[in-house]
């Protein structure tokens, strides 16, 4: 039976994965999370990019996956697409006769083209591709546009345009692999965002070229292929720069968040030089666009939290907002109303609303979310859901319309089926119903996600109250904020205080805490810090002031401690590491464990469930107490994310009564806890409940089982694991759904036993690889049971000894007193584990 579990981790990820495919999955890139969300187009209820017609009279705008048109002045929007796919990025031809723009359908971003007299639209690239960024040449001739069309990387492409069509499409800039030590962006570098010079000749980019962080500088080349290009100017950006000419073509703007934590509109020479500012705020202006006649500069910006969509006079800078308050459809539409009831009360929720034509829809004035992968087999497009107060009202085409609703994972998920009538209202009112979880009137279990960002550089702008919104809407109790840098700024550095966020209410609790964000040794979160936020919060960021690999991990997490915090390993594996042939095995979690310094571990977060639980359990092998906790990581002002907030959460048993944090902390420290995406658990050996130790007499001991499990979806696997073991396989009902199990389970050797929930692969509505959930182990104390560590413990030298080989190796120390400093502490905790081997 030994390490049959680990066996089974390894056998079945294999069908898990094969199901659930990141969008778009052609890109190659790494950290999809982040270039999706912040340079792919997204599908927001409020616009998302613009262009100007040629008489800068009217604005031409993508807004809820369809194109517009709204003159200036006027408050009603024209619909001018409205599918197969989700339309954006348009742009308008100088004769004002076609808009080009990219549609998201059939698993690809491609090119069309809108004939603006008679509204007919046609498909322009058929490369299976992702086709982004199309802009005019300034005679029309001439289309520039960023594809993956080469090996899956970024470049700018360039075709000729006549009558509706592409044709001579040709590669404009190269492929060229860099030496640079990159981590958030690819080896090769990428040209993006590409724009004209205002005679044709030239095109202004966006590329990482001879750059490690951020996405790149600005860049001019002749529009020819072969063409040297020429960096005029360079300053980090992430993706959201987006330069335009002014008319004249003597100056840029462009967004950038230089010495600043937003993004804000900023003019450069065209040539290069010294920019500036032209806006201000605590929020993004984003996407802007000169107009034709010079005078304004059209942007999108979420200092409301949405996006919307504003002009500023290029002289004097005045700002006015370009408001849709009429919308004007293309096909037939009704209003539809939705009420959301639990107990004969609205209450928050989560809605997923899907229309005949595949696509979904949402209030205007709400926040679309998308999934951020999905099994193709289920569904054409990735899914789509808002969060509601209790009560939304929507338009959406006349038909059928398919809602789901669900509230956290203890509710039933309801499913519904509407006809919508064109011209008429529709109501719906769903009634959620609990799940039949067992009561403990000693206690209650309490949910909390300990991996949440407020703020990450994404479409929205968040806010405390709206992040409470969202985890009512989830049914989630405590929030931890993880403060953390994007690149050089900290979007929410402001926010972070010891304090209970004052948005807090009774049910729902946000603090805000900290991402302590060093790759190369792993990330840690720091929950609870009582004086002050950690800087610099990172190390090993190589080309910067923060190159050096000091402080290791142990070294801050001593720095928390000072603080009072709890310092936990967060998002830790994809795979089972291999200390025999990974040679870049620096991650620190067993050095630190040894060490005494962590206080939990993200067994369920973004990352593979099975394979970190594969290296969990080890760890508890080799003796240590290290309880489970989960997070997410969603970035939650994302409009697609790995989410949402709660989508990974861990439950901590507390004593009865209101909220209380510090009751919270204290429960997950001491493993009263398990952490799940779907599944809820109880556990208990005899009288030992989950975070407890249970004392046997030597022998074999019939030891009392109780376990129960409910779910939300079905799920294919209820196992009791001791010390890596599968040591029983646990009968689930017919729907696979609940399980209530009372046996005995024979025991006679020391260790520890958790229950764990899981599933072959993904379960919609669980936006996760596949349903998981774990318990905190019951530790098991036999008497004369002294079970072997030796191959457990030999593991984690082999990949200590790994760490060390690099750290001596490392060549970007500040002080030679610096790399003796941390190699003791690696040396230290290898002898732990030596210690173990005998």
């Keep these: 039976m030994r390490y049959r579990a680990l066996f089974l981790l390894l056998v079945y990820p294999l069908a898990a994965f094969a199901q659930r495919d990141p969008v778009l999955k052609q890109i190659d890139l790494p950290h999809a999370y982040y270039y999706r969300e912040m340079y792919l187009p997204q599908l927001t209820t409020g616009p998302s990019f613009l262009a100007w017609a040629p008489d800068s009279r009217s604005l031409i705008y993508s807004m809820a996956g369809s194109l517009w048109q709204q003159k200036l002045g006027i408050t009603s929007a024209q619909q001018l697409t409205s599918g197969p796919g989700y339309d954006y990025q348009p742009d308008c031809s100088p004769d004002g006769k076609w808009v080009i723009y990219d549609s998201y359908n059939k698993d690809a971003v491609e090119l069309w083209a809108l004939n603006l007299s008679n509204g007919k639209t046609q498909q322009l690239t058929h490369n299976g591709s992702v086709d982004l960024e199309p802009r005019f040449s300034p005679d029309g001739k001439r289309v520039a546009f960023v594809s993956t069309q080469y090996k899956g990387h970024l470049h700018i492409f360039v075709a000729d345009f006549r009558n509706g069509e592409l044709t001579s499409i040709t590669r404009l800039t190269g492929e060229t692999r860099s030496s640079l030590p990159r981590y958030y962006y690819s080896q090769f570098d990428h040209e993006i965002s590409p724009a004209w010079s205002t005679d044709g000749s ?76 032209i806006s201000y705020g605590d929020f993004d202006n984003v996407s802007p666009r000169w107009s034709p006649d010079g005078k304004h500069i059209a942007f999108i910006s979420n200092r409301n939290g949405n996006t919307s969509l504003w002009l500023q006079e290029v002289l004097g800078g005045a700002q006015t907002e370009l408001i849709a308050k009429e919308r004007r459809y293309l096909k037939p539409s009704g209003q539809f109303s939705i009420t959301v009831l639990s107990a004969g009360r609205p209450v928050p929720a989560r809605i997923f609303v899907t229309a005949e034509d595949g696509r979904a829809y949402a209030p205007d004035d709400t926040w679309m979310r998308a999934d951020d992968s999905f099994v193709r087999s289920e569904r054409a497009f990735e899914p789509h859901y808002f969060q509601t107060s209790g009560t939304s009202e929507l338009n959406v085409p006349a038909g059928h319309l398919q809602v789901e609703v669900m509230r956290g994972f203890e509710y039933r998920v309801e499913k519904r089926q509407i006809l919508i ?38 479409a929205y702008r968040n806010s405390p109250k709206r992040l409470v919104d969202q985890a009512a809407a989830e049914n989630l109790q405590v929030v931890e904020d993880l403060v953390v840098n994007k690149e050089q700024r900290i979007p929410d550095i402001a926010y972070f205080s010891p304090k209970l966020d004052p948005a807090s209410t009774a049910t729902n609790l946000l603090f805000h805490a900290q991402e302590f964000h060093t790759s190369y040794w792993g990330h840690l979160g720091l929950l609870n810090l009582t004086q002050h936020y950690i800087l610099p919060e990172y190390a090993g960021y190589a080309g910067t002031a923060a190159a050096s690999l000091f402080p290791a991990n142990a070294i801050v997490a001593d720095m928390a401690h000072e603080q009072q915090a709890l310092v936990g390993y967060v998002h830790p594996y994809e795979t089972i590491p291999d200390p025999a042939k990974d040679e870049s095995l620096n991650h620190e979690l067993p050095v630190d464990l040894a060490l005494g310094k962590v206080d939990y571990m993200e067994v369920v977060g973004f990352a593979d469930h099975k394979s970190t639980a594969a290296v969990w359990y080890r760890l508890l092998n080799c003796g240590f107490r290290l309880p489970t906790a989960a997070g997410t990581d969603a970035m939650a002002n994302f409009a697609s994310l790995r989410g949402p907030v709660g989508l990974n959460r861990v439950y901590v048993n507390v004593p009865p009564g209101p909220l209380n944090h510090t009751f919270w902390l204290d429960g997950l420290k001491h493993g009263r806890s398990f952490a799940t995406n779907g599944p809820l658990l109880g556990f208990a050996l005899g009288d030992r409940r989950i975070g407890d130790e249970l004392k046997l007499p030597a022998g074999e001991n019939k030891v009392k089982l109780t376990a129960w499990m409910r779910s939300i979806v079905p799920i294919d696997h209820l196992q009791v694991i001791c010390n890596g073991d599968v040591v029983r396989d646990l009968k689930l009902s017919g729907d696979r759904q609940s399980a209530d199990i009372n046996e005995s389970l024979p025991i006679s050797r020391s260790g520890w036993c958790v229950l764990r929930a899981w599933s072959d692969k993904s379960e919609y509505p669980v936006l996760d690889l596949y349903p998981y959930a774990t318990t905190s182990p019951i530790y098991i104390s036999v008497a004369g049971s002294n079970p072997s560590r030796k191959e457990d413990a030999g593991y ?42 005998k």
């Design 421 to 458: 009538a064109a011209g008429r209202r529709t109501s719906l009112t769903i009634y959620l119903q609990p799940l039949n979880v067992p009561k403990d009137a000693r206690s209650q279990w309490v949910s909390g996600d300990v991996h949440v960002h407020m703020n990450y550089g994404g």
């Design 796 to 837: 984690f030298v082999a990949w200590i000894d790994r760490m060390i080989q690099a750290a001596k190796s490392n060549q970007d120390w500040n002080t030679e007193r610096e790399k003796t400093a941390v190699l003791s502490l690696l040396d230290y905790a290898r002898n732990i584990y030596v210690g173990m081997e």
């Design 202 to 277: 030239e095109i202004l980019f966006v590329s990482n070229r001879n750059h490690i962080y951020g996405t790149g500088g600005f860049w001019r080349m002749k529009a020819e292929a072969g063409s040297e290009p020429r960096e005029i100017h360079y300053e980090e950006t992430t993706w959201k720069a987006r330069p335009d000419f002014s008319p004249d073509g003597k100056r840029i703007v462009y967004a950038s968040y230089l010495g600043q934590q937003w993004h804000q509109l900023w003019l450069m020479p065209a040539q290069g030089g010294d920019p500036f500012p």
